[in-house]
């Protein structure tokens, strides 16, 4: 069973950061892709960015590219998203998901992920 936990949201002003992180546990996850997703109140889920475990190629959406990073720590089994120059319209629960699919990063930007966590919410205010 694969579980995801994230943290690290909360409330920060416009042009401030964030680093979240989504912790990994119930398999190896070599041959995984995993990414965040974000969804804002009454509006549909958004995909935010995917990483590739094995290689650690990356592919971001329009909207957080040059803002956005994702990282991860492969002896923790944790995956970061760096957020910097917050913009109000940010303001989301934040999603991390795990595929064993494990394609490309960008397919992620049309098609989701097999597992994922909670959510945890980030307020940027203006």
């Known amino acids: 069973q694969v579980q995801l936990v994230e943290s690290g949201g909360g409330l920060v002003q416009a042009g401030g950061s964030l680093r979240l992180s989504c912790t990994a546990s119930g398999r190896r996850f070599g041959s995984y892709a995993m990414g965040w997703f974000r969804q804002a109140p009454g509006k549909g889920r958004e995909f935010v960015g995917a990483i590739k475990w094995s290689d650690g190629s990356t592919y971001y959406a329009d909207s957080v590219k040059g803002r956005f990073t994702i990282s991860r720590d492969n002896a923790k089994n944790t995956m970061y998203l760096q957020m910097n120059s917050l913009k109000p319209e940010d303001t989301a629960v934040y999603s991390c998901?795990?595929?064993?699919?494990?394609?490309?990063?960008?397919?992620?930007?049309?098609?989701?992920?097999?597992?994922w966590g909670e959510g945890t919410q980030v307020t940027v205010s203006s």
């Open positions: 998901a795990a595929d064993p699919q494990g394609y490309t990063p960008s397919t992620y930007s049309r098609y989701g992920m097999r597992y």
